[in-house]
């Protein structure tokens, strides 16, 4: 069975940085696309982020991608999610996901079968 599990979140004040880990157990790592999707309060869940397995190519959703990077550590079968630059609207729960059937792009929510329960965090301003 496959787990997730996130950490990192917390509150920081707009301009801060965070990184968020994503660790995972139970399942191919290294042969699985990896993302990070976010969910604020009232509203629907989005793509942030996304890291083949093949070639560990990242996808970022655009209002972030000058500022968020995604990573990933095979040997540690854990995905990164570092946000600089923090603005109040990045305020959510972040969600690590697995998607293990070898899709090409990691940028699709449906694609992805394994799901994290989640970190919170929060952006002052």
């Known amino acids: 069975q496959v787990q997730l599990v996130e950490s990192g979140g917390g509150l920081v004040q707009v301009g801060g940085s965070l990184r968020l880990s994503c660790t995972a157990s139970?399942?191919?790592?290294?042969?699985?696309?990896m993302g990070w999707f976010r969910q604020a309060p009232g509203k629907e869940r989005e793509f942030v982020a996304g890291?083949?397995?093949?070639?560990?190519?990242?996808y970022l959703l655009n209002s972030v991608k000058d500022r968020f990077t995604i990573s990933r550590d095979n040997a540690k079968n854990t995905v990164y999610l570092q946000m600089n630059s923090l603005r109040p609207e990045d305020t959510a729960v972040y969600y690590c996901?697995?998607?293990?059937?070898?899709?090409?792009?990691?940028?699709?929510?449906?694609?992805?079968?394994?799901w994290g329960r989640g970190t919170q965090v929060t952006v002052s301003s």
């Open positions: 996901a697995a998607d293990q059937t070898f899709h090409t792009y990691p940028n699709s929510e449906i694609d992805y079968d394994s």
């Open positions: 139970g399942h191919t790592f290294s042969s699985s696309n």
């Open positions: 890291i083949t397995w093949r070639d560990s190519t990242p």
